[in-house]
């Protein structure tokens, strides 16, 4: 790159995740580089979705260098589409990461196609004709740019940076990435995990760092004590015994596993009816192999994948899962997207959502403009595909289902850093749960914390962020 970063210093841009828990992007300058960190997609409300097609603050050929905390699309998905734009530099991930980024960007290009080509059947789109965000063509030239590295491996992403990745749970791969320039290290916590997850490891303290850039997805809430488990026991047997389907939208990466995992352990004590437990998500699923890869990464040992793949049904074909929907009796469906945002959990919506015996049992986060955090607000009807559909099946909640850390943990976490950064920014969270967080730091550590714009920038070098820098123009060139 010649002359794009800024003449001196060492800046950052937050060009995501600010004020809400989608699109996590943070770009790092300095008089020689560029380095993004994350690419993600915008997800939830439309005016956040359009973000997605707004041209890219910066051109993309100028970044040197992308860094991935993990392979969520709100924290990977707009690859594709930065690489069709230009960029044309190396992609750094841990080995997790590469795993299932080969999986999932395929995947969303898949489901993005399938939707313009839907919208132009139907003449839905005020865009004639309705093209994807990026094709899988796209998705393939992104996925030959990673580079894997190990966790606690130091690299140099691009001219001037030190650079290195410390496991954070979460989900396979899922990692906080330090960067150093000239000194000053600033560490991104991507999305931290529980402590004590089925499936996850726990996260890693922080590297000692003079800033820390730290989600705040929970930071307004506490997860109610106990297991996922527990919990899901007594609501499965109740729906089980009536003779009911329990629909539950999962995300397929991360908590399909761990659902699949408690559930097949509940059955195999016991403790629920031996009922057909079908996983419908033929991503989950290609998810679900790679788990036996990446054996030391996560809790499950050979015998819990074992009992997975003898009580799982995997649901391949377009056909097996419409002949789900027709299929009486009680049963359990894990299927995608965990927030009811598309795929085939749709079709079971539709089908089962009428029927008071069923249930609907919603696991981890639901971001504002979701169907699924219509339905965790107490909605009773939802539009899907153009319909209306009334909701007469229970619909749960689960509170400790969630792979992120609450409050208490990711205050725990910013604290178990080996000493106190020069402050901390709050991204990954909508606002009141970014200010709650905000005010928690500053009382109980007496940290200088900030909860960034978008598009604001800071200086790395300059004062702490006491009061974050005002908004940049829209119009202005980052």
Sequence with gaps: ?????????????????????????????????????????????????????????????????????????????YLPRLVADGFEGPVWCSRGTRDLCGIMLPDSARLLEEEASYANRIGSSRHHPAKPLYTEEDAARALRRLKVVEFGAHFTPALGFMAMLRAQGHILGAAAVTLEHGGTRVTFSGDIGRPHDPVAMAPQPPAESDWIVCESTYGDRRHVPGSLRAELKPI?????????????????????????????????????????????????????????????????????????????????????????????GAKVIVSASGMLTGGRVLHHLLAFAGDVRNAIVLCGYQAGGTRGAALARGERRIRVYGVDVDVRAEVFQLDTGSAHADADELVAWLDSAPRQPRGVYLTHGEPDAADALRQRVERELGWPTCVPEYRDRVDLLGAPPVPCPPPRPEHAEV
Aim: hydrophobic share 45%.
């Design 1 to 77: 790159m010649s002359g794009a970063g800024p003449q001196s210093g060492f800046t950052l841009t937050f060009l995501g995740a600010a004020g809400t828990v989608t699109g996590s992007r943070y770009l790092l300058e300095t008089p020689q580089s560029r380095v993004l960190v994350d690419c993600g997609l915008f997800q939830g409300y439309k005016p956040l979705r359009l973000k997605n097609w707004a041209p890219f603050p910066i051109e993309p050929a100028s970044i040197d260098a992308v860094v991935l905390t993990h392979a969520h699309l709100d924290h990977a998905g």
């Design 236 to 328: 499965l047997a109740k729906v089980l015994a009536r003779g009911g389907t329990a629909v539950i939208p999962a995300f397929a990466v991360g908590r399909a596993q761990a659902l699949l995992h408690v559930i097949a352990e509940l059955v195999e004590d016991g403790d629920l009816p031996p009922v057909p437990l079908y996983l419908n998500s033929p991503m989950a699923a290609r998810v679900t192999v790679l788990y036996r890869d990446h054996m030391g990464e996560h809790r499950l040992d050979a015998a819990a994948l074992d009992r997975m793949d003898t009580r799982v049904r995997t649901v391949s074909s377009v056909e097996e899962s419409k002949a789900l929907n027709t299929r009486k």
